[in-house]
């Protein structure tokens, strides 16, 4: 792969983070695929579709209305694989509507390190997500678990 993709496949999760910091749904579909595979231990199930991702964004920001990514380090890119791959810190507090569904704010905060692993394909759109992370770890100190 060239320079210019490496480069493409590192600026990924940046680009990621800002539109989860920016909080504003059209940067959504400059990130996503048309169809994707993106699986989070927060969802219930996988997502698929950019109707899909809308929703999730939506609901974690009107939970979570401080909710901010940060990166930590630099990404780890897998040239060859079209993946790129990018540890962060989740901070927040639960204060907004019901996420997950049926679970009212409990207006207690959280920080939590994760992982994602993104396949990015030419457009510089990604086609799967994975995130890692203890759910656990984050239900625990938002006092549902």
Known sequence: ??????????????????????????????????????????????????????GFFAASWAAFPDLHFTAVGEPLVDQPGGRVAAEWRMTGTHTGAEFPPGVPATGKAFDVLGTDVFTVDADGRATAIRAYYDAATLARQLGLG
């Not at 504003?24 to 969802?43: Q, T």
């Open 1 to 54: 792969m060239s320079t210019s993709v490496t480069q493409s496949l590192a600026r990924y999760p940046s680009r990621y983070f800002a539109a989860w910091n920016g909080r504003e749904p059209a940067d959504v579909d400059e990130l996503l695929a048309a169809e994707f595979s993106w699986i989070d231990p927060s969802l219930p199930a996988e997502l698929t579709h950019l109707d899909g991702a809308h």
